[in-house]
T-cell receptor, first 120, second 109 residues
Framework: DADVTQTPRNRITKTGKRIMLECSQT?????MYWYRQDPGLGLRLIYY???????NKGEISDGYSVSRQAQAKFSLSLESAIPNQTALYFC???????????????????FGPGTRLTVL | SQQGEEDPQALSIQEGENATMNCSYK?????LQWYRQNSGRGLVHLIL?????REKHSGRLRVTLDTSKKSSSLLITASRAADTASYFC?????????FGPGTSLSVIP
């Protein structure tokens, strides 16, 4: 089974609708992230959470909200969807580790399969 | 602005040839990672290079890092059609990982 799962995988909705995308992980990581991907723009960070009580805005949080229901679950909501929120959305998890004493932590991210969202 | 940017944006080669992708970044880093994304799928971590390393190998992958030029390159040797994907560099910045826009690689059989 996949370590990071996202539901739904595809969603078509209309302008103004409220949408929730869900992410679950079995990796036991504290850190979770939501990104959106648009052609030619790479990945842009929407929100991130370093533990259940910690939620932070990323570079493009306007129009989005999140909820960290448990260590394993991090959901993304679009309160009132608009067409320019049409994109591929990815959830990711990470757990920084050190390669040696005194070394700066490495933060390797593990991604879910993505949700393709279309807002008409 | 993005911390890392890949070059070229798109690359098309014949199977068996080597593919080289470059990443430039703006501020100092502790680590640089390369990820791969198959079409429409999630990114998968390929290789990590630390700021005190100059070269790393993993199978057909070779990564170099030049901190004086703030650049890294990913070389895929003896490419295969299955290497067709987008490749992203990622740098650490202020406790977050920042991804570049990616290089789209097409390997023609």
């Amino acid at each position: 089974d996949a370590d990071v799962t996202q539901t739904p995988r595809n969603r078509i909705t209309k302008t103004g609708k409220r949408i929730m995308l869900e992410c679950s992980q079995t990796k036991g990581h504290d850190r979770m992230y939501w990104y959106r991907q648009d052609p030619g723009l790479g990945l842009r960070l929407i929100y991130y959470s370093f533990d259940v009580k910690d939620i932070n805005k990323g570079e493009i949080s306007d129009g989005y909200s999140v909820s960290r229901q448990a260590q394993a679950k991090f959901s993304l909501s679009l309160e009132s969807a608009i067409p320019n929120q049409t994109a591929l959305y990815f959830c990711a998890t990470s757990e920084p580790y050190r390669l040696g004493s005194g070394a700066h932590p490495v933060d390797t991210q593990y991604f879910g399969p993505g949700t393709r969202l279309t807002v008409l | 602005s993005q911390q890392g940017e890949e070059d070229p944006q798109a690359l098309s080669i014949q199977e068996g040839e080597n593919a080289t992708m470059n990443c430039s970044y703006k501020t100092s880093i502790n680590n640089l990672q390369w990820y791969r994304q198959n079409s429409g799928r999630g990114l998968v971590h390929l290789i990590l290079i630390r700021s005190n390393e100059r070269e790393k190998h993993s199978g057909r992958l070779r990564v170099t890092l030049d901190t004086s030029k703030k650049s890294s390159s990913l070389l895929i040797t003896a490419s295969r059609a299955a290497d067709t994907a987008s490749y992203f560099c990622a740098t650490d910045r202020h406790d977050k990982v920042i991804f570049g826009p990616g290089t789209s690689l097409s390997v023609i059989p």
